[in-house]
């Protein structure tokens, strides 16, 4: 399953609940505000297992809109998040 989140991980509980029903082949693409998790300590920690076994993806985008810096996780454009869904299927959306 590919899980999407939008929202900061600061204003809403959907990252952890999705990181809570994750299984070991599913994918988490993070865009818009949940962008933010991904560049932020104290989100790190919990998103570098993802990322570590290539999981975990991060829009590009959403990053250089918000001027945020690449941490964790796999940048992607909106060209292979379509790639990602024509894989995965409908992403299970936060």
Known sequence: MLYTIKQSPFSHQAL??????????????????????????????????????GRLYVMQEDLQARGLTHQVGEMICMADWVRLVAEWGSPQAW
């Open 16 to 53: 952890v609940q999705a990181l809570a029903l994750m299984q070991p082949d599913d994918r988490l693409l993070l865009w818009q505000d949940a962008v933010i998790g991904a560049t932020v300590s104290q989100w790190l920690s919990l998103l570098q297992p993802l990322a570590a076994t």
